[in-house]
Nanobody, 125 residues
Framework: QVPLVESGGGLVQAGGSLRLSCTAS????????MGWFRQAPGKEREFVSS????????YYADSVKGRFTISRDNAKNVVYLQMNSLKPEDTAVYYC??????????????????WGQGTQVTVSS
């Protein structure tokens, strides 16, 4: 597993932007696909985005396509989620995780692990 810590969440008005960061420890970060998930109270954890090892391939949930951008900097052991045009529906705790199983682009929660503690994103209308 790769220990992960999320940061960058906060309160933002609808239409605003935030950039989330996920810092990783361990020597296998650059060899690990990474993903972002989110979870609102009372709801299932939901896939948001994922990225392959080199950053050349990215995947997005339909709900965030065109608004969110995932990227990574392997030299710094960081994966980012740039969130633009935020909507109240984006309000959730955002988690990053390492993909441990499955095919590239998998959206299954169970294919990921090493979950961070999450960072709260609140979008006001």
């Amino acid at each position: 597993q790769v220990p992960l810590v999320e940061s960058g969440g906060g309160l933002v008005q609808a239409g605003g932007s935030l950039r989330l960061s996920c810092t990783a420890s361990g020597r296998t970060f650059s060899s690990t696909r990474m993903g972002w998930f989110r979870q609102a109270p009372g709801k299932e954890r939901e896939f948001v985005s994922s990225i392959n090892r080199s950053g050349g391939y990215t995947y997005y949930a339909d709900s965030v396509k065109g608004r969110f951008t995932i990227s990574r900097d392997n030299a710094k052991n960081v994966v980012y989620l740039q969130m633009n045009s935020l909507k109240p529906e984006d309000t959730a705790v955002y988690y990053c995780a390492a993909q441990l199983f499955g095919q590239p682009g998998t959206m299954y929660v169970d294919d990921f692990g090493s979950w961070g503690q999450g960072t709260q994103v609140t979008v006001s209308s």
